[in-house]
């Protein structure tokens, strides 16, 4: 079992309320898509949006997805499923609005998963520092730009990484100010 799986264990889909309407039991099962840990033994592509977020909302299983986007940037997946992972994280942290039943209870999930993205903050960094594509490096340099509270830190990289980011970053137009 790896982490993705240990993550995704750890976690009572079936008690979440899905953006469809339904539990969010199948979410797991598109995590484990994702990471090519399904029956198919390959990354597939999954759609998450309606499920976990929208534009607008982030729903109740958004902190659960959070964590296991971390937990596949610290284990061995594909390249492809990496840039998903990342893609869908950066979804997570940079979401504006919560679900009706989750703001109810007091919960604002972007916040929630921004907090959570935080302890990732070096996995991030290291797919920054890493070069490995420039989508990967861009969507990691953009969640950083959201949840690291150094923003001394957060330059210097920039700095270091110039030749490789991409525009946006580079200038600082994917910038969370803060």
Known sequence: ???VETEIAGHDWKGMLCGCGDSAE????????????GPL??????????HV?????????APAVTSVALAALADDVTPRSRDRFLELLHRMVAGEGTDHGSARRGLDLPEVCRTLAVQG??????????????????????????VEPDRGRLHRVREIAADWLPVCCRTGLCDDDR
């Open 41 to 50: 033994r390959e990354p597939g592509a999954v759609s998450l949006e309606e």
């Open 121 to 146: 903050l070096w996995l991030l960094y290291g797919e920054v520092m890493s070069n490995r594509s420039l989508g990967a490096v861009g969507t990691a340099f953009e969640i950083l730009s959201v």
């Open 26 to 37: 199948h979410v797991a099962l598109d995590l484990l898509r994702l990471a090519g840990r």
């Open 53 to 61: 977020w929208s534009p607008a909302t982030l729903w109740e299983p």
């Open 1 to 3: 079992m790896g982490l």
